[in-house]
């Protein structure tokens, strides 16, 4: 019997950016085909939240075989990948689920040794390597979340054991064994709409014991620039620490510390995001 999986692929217009990334998509799933492969069934699911740029059009004309959801432009991330998620369950009878973005790009061989990975951790939430699109260097693979300090390092870092010490992954090339959604539940849009709402799900599972691990063989390019709205000036600084499309959102900042730490010590690391933040958007950039 096959193990199904379902790739789940949120979307906003930017089709300018879906084109190259479904492409990139199918010429690697069909790379896994031709090995010969019959383990795995793939199936992908993109959710179109209110795109007006013909995104939607375009995918049913170009790919039929894709399962197109459609939102009314306020899913945002974690809504729609709650959607994507609830479909690929209740439909498709998913056995996991693989979290993916329209600007992103697999190596050829990530189908093959995604299978590899799974069949040595058939239990584990797995994530990915991501590298920046044009700079080729690695951008993301997870982290550590100390929730006393509320202070977050690199995955592949070395990390003393300890009772206050867990593991997140990105949003992007995660994948989801289904059996911990239906058990622990999904993501959590209504607080995390956007940003945090990957952070938040996969530290809710380290905390229940769940092995959450990653492969330097999962190799991903992110198309970085397309990541977050970002200040560029005063007033787009400003807008960017309300904003529900930033990963700057001082609120959604502070909630997302104020849920996973124990004591009053993130405030240093929710000063210290901000701080770099300021001095990359105002001294860094207006140097370059």
Known sequence: MQIKISILIPIHNRLQITKPGLESLFSALQYYQSSGSVLYSFKVVVIDDGSTDGSSEFISKNYPNIHLLK???????????????????????????????????????????????????????????????????????????????????????????SRFIFKWLAGMGTLVPVKYIKQFGYWDSKNFPQYHGDFDFTIRMSKKGIKITNSEKLILYNKTEYSSIKGVD????????????????????????????ISPFWVFSFIKKHLIYFIRTFLIQKKK
């Open 71 to 161: 939102g009314d432009g306020n899913l945002w991330w974690s809504g729609a990948i709650n959607k994507g998620a609830e479909f690929s369950i209740s439909e498709l009878s998913a056995d996991y689920l693989l979290l993916w973005n329209n600007d992103i790009e697999p190596e050829d061989n990530y189908f093959i040794e995604l299978g590899k990975s799974i069949t040595k951790n058939p239990n584990a939430i797995l994530g990915s390597y991501i590298y920046d699109f044009t700079s080729k260097k690695i951008w993301a693979e997870g982290g550590w979340f100390n929730v006393c300090t509320g202070k977050r390092t690199i995955l592949s870092g070395k990390q003393k054991k």
């Open 234 to 261: 005063f007033k787009s600084y400003i807008n960017s620490l309300s904003e529900t499309g930033s990963r700057y959102n001082m609120r959604k900042d502070i909630m997302i510390y104020r849920k996973h730490c």
